[in-house]
């Protein structure tokens, strides 16, 4: 009767390493994951470059304020945010949509190796690709606004500076920024490390809500709803609420000037990590408890 | 070997199995068979961890799924709903599932040849039909060369082709000695790849016995004699314990008796026979009588209800 043996070969298994070598193959083989990052990448370094050129316009011919020449060259994360989060939503949702999932927590019953794979491939990933963009987006950006001159900069009271094309005032100079200004390495990790944050936020959210739709409803709901929401709130209390919400506390890790209603770079990406963990975690009880 | 324990699944107020407990032995096809809602799938998504039990143990080889250190090298499964990634390619839908084995890309590729999607391994899944997408399922089951499969409705959508493939297929793993678990609603098909039934209603257990037992011991046999002399032997043969019916002119359909029984009467009496056949009740018509009853002994709790 036993021609086949009962017992697995002792070398095959499921482990955490396997579990993500699996999950990276199901990443990067998949058109919807090159489309997505090619659509950050195109927005992040694009937007960058155009918000450099129009502000680097405007202030050199009509001078003006600007809190952050570094934060400008890294606004097209503003826009990329949305691709990469949708990227996360669908990293989980996808299988739940097309049965995908039951494949998968068939192979890796215990769930967990499944859920902590996901969270390293695409962070890994993610991390690594919009790291190269931000860091294009800024040199890029600065190129640009290397093109544009002013006379004479002042940090205005708000914090941030303010240029005037007045001739009598101070020494003219460029209004790019290079690499080795203050802060500057710092936010461009702090682009990278929010990119990814925004992604696995949408991961969490998809874990939670195993449907696309409402997982990015859910992450946009956080991300862009709630700062309108606290506008709501009386001017005393808003300024001590709203620095604390997602958005403005992950991209203060993208400044390098410090803004009164803002949070420090650190402080804020930290806060926004409570966000991250605290989606993923609520998304790892979801996929350990409920039926798959 | 599969051992389910007093299986029992609850959605909310619905019940959709009932303390089920049954065992399928390896070397044999064993089918599992009820209709459409009966609790089959719900049962088999339990064996595999996907769904938790509300009471009640289901084990492989005498541990729980999740237990299992290469679940995919003990258990190979094929659910009914599709589990693939519409987007990915075959190949790199097995790819993906070997690796969280260490299952290397040869297997990957005798999987995809054994199954006969070798042409179209580069393909994206969500352009193969239903056949297609069936040997993909078979193939993702086949990959860890699993002791026990366990195949929910295996045949669904497949052309003749397929469905002789799947039949023989089924047929030689069991022969391998392995422990072949194959939901159907339909028993014709059991009927023809299955040693071993076990058939639920209503998501309880209405029978566990073999083929063999499942026919010999529903109902009576009937005897279909044919003759020119219908009415004469009509009332040659009635007698008590016997009932004689009668749907053509010249045909009688005899209970209570056997055909050599008919035989004689109809020889003593010098009638010409023109055919006596002792019919067996079709599996079939076995599974409608087994599950009749259990739709009848299901209903009570909604009648107090309403």
């Known amino acids: ?292 | 070997m599969i051992e389910a324990f007093d299986l029992t699944k609850r959605y909310g107020e619905k019940v959709a199995v009932d303390g089920l407990s049954f065992v399928v032995q390896p070397g044999v096809v064993t089918g599992f068979l009820g209709p459409n809602g009966a609790g089959k799938s719900t049962t088999m998504r339990m064996l595999l961890g996907l769904d938790r039990p509300t009471s009640g143990t289901a084990t492989i080889n005498g541990r729980g799924y999740d237990e299992l250190r290469a679940p995919l090298c003990e258990v190979g499964a094929l659910l009914e709903a599709r589990a693939v990634h519409t987007g990915r390619s075959a190949r790199n839908h097995l790819l993906a599932l070997a690796a969280t084995h260490g299952i290397g890309r040869r297997r990957v590729d005798e999987v995809l040849d054994l199954v006969g999607l070798t042409h179209v391994a580069g393909k994206r899944a969500g352009g193969f039909s239903l056949g297609m997408g069936q040997r993909l399922g078979i193939a993702s089951a086949l990959l860890g060369d699993p002791h026990t499969l366990i195949l929910d409705e295996p045949v669904n959508g497949l052309d003749p082709e397929g469905i002789l493939w799947i039949r023989t297929l089924l047929r030689s793993l069991a022969a391998e000695g392995r422990t072949v678990f194959v939901s159907s609603h339909l028993m014709s098909e059991m009927a023809l790849t299955a040693t071993h039934l076990i058939v639920v209603g209503q998501g309880r257990l209405i029978a566990d016995a073999s083929v063999a037992e499942l026919t010999a011991a529903s109902g009576q046999k009937v005897v279909r004699v044919r003759t020119e002399e219908a009415p004469r032997l009509r009332d040659l043969l009635a007698a008590d314990g016997v009932s004689v019916t009668s749907t053509e002119r010249d045909l009688l359909l005899v209970t209570g008796l056997t055909s050599a029984e008919v035989g004689r009467v109809a020889a003593d009496a010098r009638i010409a026979l023109v055919e006596l056949v002792a019919q067996q009740p079709s599996l079939e018509e076995a599974f409608m009588e087994l599950t009749r009853d259990a739709v009848e002994f299901g209903t009570p709790m909604e009648e107090v209800a309403s």
């Not at chain 1, 990469?84 to 996808?94: A, E």
């Not at chain 1, 049965?99 to 991390?127: D, E, H, N, Q």
């Not at chain 1, 001590?240 to 410090?258: F, I, N």
């Open chain 1, 1 to 292: 009767m036993t021609a086949v043996a009962e017992a697995a070969p002792a070398h095959l298994g499921v482990t955490q390493v396997r579990a993500i070598d699996s999950e990276w193959i199901k990443f990067r083989s998949l058109r919807s994951t090159w489309w997505s990052i090619g659509v950050a990448l195109l927005i992040s370094i694009g937007l960058g470059v155009l918000f450099s050129y129009l502000r680097g316009y405007d202030i050199a011919h009509h001078g003006g304020f600007e809190p952050d020449q570094t934060e400008l060259s890294l606004r097209g994360f503003y826009l990329a945010q949305l691709a990469v989060g949708v990227l996360g939503v669908l990293f989980i949702t996808g299988e739940y949509s097309t049965g995908m999932i039951r494949a998968t927590l068939s192979a890796v019953p215990k769930r967990v190796p499944v859920w902590v794979a996901k969270i390293v491939v695409f962070a890994a990933v993610i991390f690594l690709i919009t790291l190269i963009a931000a860091f294009i987006a800024f040199l890029s950006g600065q190129a640009v606004l290397s093109g544009y001159h002013v006379h004479g900069a002042f940090l205005s009271a708000k914090g941030g500076i303010a240029f005037t094309t007045d001739p009598g005032v101070g020494a003219r100079h460029s209004l790019g920024v290079s690499i080795s200004y203050p802060g500057a390495v710092r936010a461009i990790f702090g682009a990278a490390l929010y990119m990814v944050g925004v992604g696995l936020l949408g991961l969490g959210c998809g874990f939670l809500v195993r449907n696309a739709g409402g997982a990015i409803a859910a992450l946009f709901g956080l991300l862009l709803v709630l700062p309108l929401l606290a506008q709501a709130l009386p001017a005393s209390l808003q300024e001590h609420v709203s620095k604390y919400l997602p958005l403005l506390a992950g991209t203060a890790g993208m400044t390098t000037q410090r803004v009164p209603d803002r949070l420090a770079p650190w402080a804020g990406l930290g806060v926004f990590a409570l966000y991250v963990v605290a989606a993923l975690g609520a998304g790892l009880y979801v996929l350990r408890r409920r039926d798959a």
